[in-house]
């Protein structure tokens, strides 16, 4: 998680000036009429927002809020438990009619802004109340635009419009949470231990210099092939960040045509010019187009477990180079004439110390497909017409995809 990255050497130095400040926060507590929730202080989020100070805790009882909310200081927002006969009701429900608010370039439920520091946990927000047509605004549960903070333990969806083919951030539109910038940065943002789903183009978008993120522990459900150029995560366009532990599925094209799964072209995890140093490690993607597709340097893409790809590859490398793609094992990635590879790496200028190592492949056209002047390590290869090829020799085309 990024609020645990700071060594003892960084925490020395955090702590090591003469004046130290003691912020004293407090608790502020919203509910509504007529429910069991003791001592609260008011009864909109808003109000509370407009009486909080940086720091202090927005506690919210269990009930529906019709609100959008913009956040631009240091703020927690927690949805909480008051059932008081122990039956732990604790489902706190933020579903407003969504407005292009003030101009900015994202409808979403909460927009944080401008600040650090505002975490946003144990919420239900919906986004299918909005008014978005086109390509702009873009639509999200959440966006956090220059922004700092947590998103933890919450229930995210309906972030969901018809297809619109938008191109200002990707070919289409509706995110779970939007993570972008407008200036350097940093940009910290931890997004974990979440249920996203119902979102027409991504889960998690982190895109544009200075934005860092941590993708963890997340539940992401996509609405299928039916949405072109889906994504369960993605990172872009000089962000970075560790995508680690996920659960994502965005649903086959099986039964579709060839050309139809290929409009579909649905992703598990994209990483695409992206900062040096990010990691992908320990997810378990299923029901795809494409596992993984990595573009950059220095990534470690590790111990993934893949399966149940119906068009491409199970990881596709683009230009890669100096990186570690070791332990992913991958199932399933046929059919076999569609000559999809459990790794397929492209051949490019400037791709080179790769290495491609203990790769389990089962059920696919092949095991890994790899270029000259990167390594391949051992690798478990069952039920693959070639277990290994190397691309770079490959002239007269790929050999023949039938059953022996």
Known sequence: MLRKLLTPVGLTLLFSGIVCVTVS??????GKPNTSCPNAQYTSITAAMNAAAPGDVIAICPATYPEQLIITIP??????????????????????????VGGLPVEAVITVMN?????IENLAIDASKNSASGCNPSLADIHYFNASGVVANNALFGAELAPQNCGEIFPDNGFGVLV?????????????????????????QAT?????VEVEGNRISGVGPSIPDQFGVSISNGAAGRVNGNFITLGSCRKMSYTACLRAGSV?????????????????ISDAQSGIEISGN????TNNLISNIDLFDGIDLGLVSNSLIDGNTIFNVTPLTNESCGIYEISGAGIVGNTISNTTVNDAYCGVLYITVDQV????????????????????????????
């Open 25 to 30: 926060a407090s608790t502020l507590t919203v």
């Open 208 to 212: 544009n210099t200075g934005v860092l």
């Open 298 to 301: 220095n990534v470690r893409v």
């Open 268 to 284: 598990g995890i994209t990483l695409d010019d992206i900062v040096d140093g990010s990691v992908v490690d320990h997810n378990v």
């Open 180 to 204: 972008d910038s407008s200036r350097p940065g940093p940009f910290r943002v931890s997004v974990e231990h979440n249920s996203i789903r119902d979102f027409t183009q991504g889960g998690v």
């Open 115 to 119: 600040t650090g520091g505002v975490t």
């Open 75 to 100: 703020l927690t927002l927690q949805g909480v438990s008051t059932d008081v006969n122990g039956n732990d009701v604790n489902r706190v429900l933020l579903q407003p009619v969504l407005q292009d």
């Open 377 to 404: 390590g051992p690798g478990n290869y069952y039920n693959t017409l070639y277990t290994t090829l190397n691309g770079d020799l490959l002239q007269s085309g790929f050999p023949p995809s039938s059953e022996p």
